[in-house]
């Protein structure tokens, strides 16, 4: 009983870096996203160069960097669980960003030029137009890297947090046993399940909307 309970502890911090990174990621990836598609050419410039820095290095070292290097080069120190959130929606934002800028890409052009000649000024013509069918399309996608997101919350390990996964392993080095690892794996299992059902709801529902 008090391995399950170490391991609820563990799966608590899991989901609390995981909730926290889903809620600011989407709409900073959405905002990236817009900038990277926006005619100011600087400013889609440098959001090419975040997406390129953020998706060309490991998250892992990028975890390092905020943690251990910004108190040397910049003398920012932060907790361990603020530098994880902010090394996590970074990352993420960038792939997600990726992901919205296809979404809005495949909007035909034609859809444009019709909310225009009804009058709709741009940002009308993204939240009432583009935007819903941005949302179904990307559904997919996004539900891939939203799982992704559950199984890389174990990287925090190397800020010494214990979620779920390092509570497992030091469980197992203390009492020999295997076993928290296969309880391990079943949290994991059953969080990913849940967002798998989650994931499909949300695709029949905008199913409604087909073409």
Known sequence: MEMIGLMF?????????????????????????LIRLSKFRPLSFLMEVYIWLMRGTPLMLQLLFIYYAL????????????????????????????????????????QYEAAKTLGMTYVQTMRRIVLPQVIKRVLAPVSNETITLVKDTSL?????????????????????????FLVAAIFYLVMTLVLTKVFKKLEQHYAVYDE
């Open 9 to 33: 502890d563990g799966a608590g911090l899991t989901l609390e870096i995981f909730f926290t990174t889903l809620v600011f990621t989407l709409p900073l990836g959405l905002l990236v996203a």
């Open 156 to 180: 925090v390990y190397v800020l010494a947090m214990n979620d779920l996964l390092r509570t497992a392993r030091t469980i197992v080095q203390r009492e020999f046993d295997m076993t928290p």
């Open 71 to 110: 108190p040397i080069v910049a003398d920012i120190r932060l907790p361990d669980f603020s530098a994880a959130i902010i090394a996590f929606v970074l990352n993420y934002a960038a792939y997600f960003a990726e992901i919205f800028r296809g979404g809005i890409q495949s909007i035909e052009r034609g």
